[in-house]
């Protein structure tokens, strides 16, 4: 009966299975369990008994697993294995750490940057587990607004005035215009005017708002649209010559020295975006977790390049 189960397939039954195979014999394991033998065969017997399969090959002298045998000591290594993680998972929880961690990055935050983050906290062997959502535009800011994350790096600035929650600006980013070497928008004057632009198909990253309005940048009246996931994405489209866009300078950077895409101006003031991490903030102060990752933010040197490390690495 599954209550049988329950009451038999324990920590210390998952134990004693784990240190019978590895003594060999049950007298052995008797020994080192400090239990009588008979002790121990009548608990193999009442775990048998319990799963209605047999454990051991009673036909050997030695403590032979039968198949069945060997797939309970293979699950319950891991059983004990997980239940020690989470034994010490509460024990560092319990010393101000929090169990998980939810970051929303914006996808014109430079990917490099936010693993750099990632691999120098994970070597503080921390109890919090990290989960890492991608978004853009409004849905950055929403997942952090709706309590889905913690902390949202590349939060536009006007959006984060909301009781309960504080921001800091990471820095300037500029958006060129950039269009490959065979589009037609390559050999015009500049600078392009907003009537020539609406002629050519434009290439926009999707806003991953679910709930809140999303937003839309740079698209202009009547203009024929390519809706992409991610700002690599957005990359590609204009790199095989797809349609135009702005994309953050240094992404497009290498691009444009190495003749790939071409930077092109167009009328009216120049695009900068003016990205913020953000976080939600309580009566209570932050757990160690976001307070090591709020310290890592306050630094000049990573906030420059959560701006500038685009090169090679999608997120």
Known sequence: MPTDRHHVLTPEALQMMVTIARTGSFAAAARELGKV??????????????????????????????????ELLREGRLLLQQMDAVANRVRRVASGWESELTIAVDKAIAPHAVFDLIEAFYALTPPTRLKLRSEVLTGTWEALASGEADLAIGVVGERTAMPGIRSEAIGPLPFMLTVAPHHPLAQQPEPL???????????????TARGLEPTTVGILPGQDVLTVPSMPAKLEAQLRGLGCGFLPEPMVRPHIQAGRLVARQAEGPARVAHPHYAWRQGELPPGK????????????????????LHEGLML
């Open 37 to 70: 033998p008979s002790a121990l065969t009548y608990s193999v017997r009442q775990l048998e008994d319990a799963l209605d399969v047999l454990l051991f090959d009673r036909s050997s002298r030695q403590a032979r697993l039968t198949t069945a045998g060997e």
């Open 193 to 207: 005017s907003m009537a020539e632009l609406a002629r050519h198909r434009v290439v926009a990253v999707a806003d």
């Open 289 to 308: 977790a976001l307070s090591w990752w709020l310290h890592q933010l306050s630094s000049a040197a990573t906030r420059c390049a959560l701006l500038d």
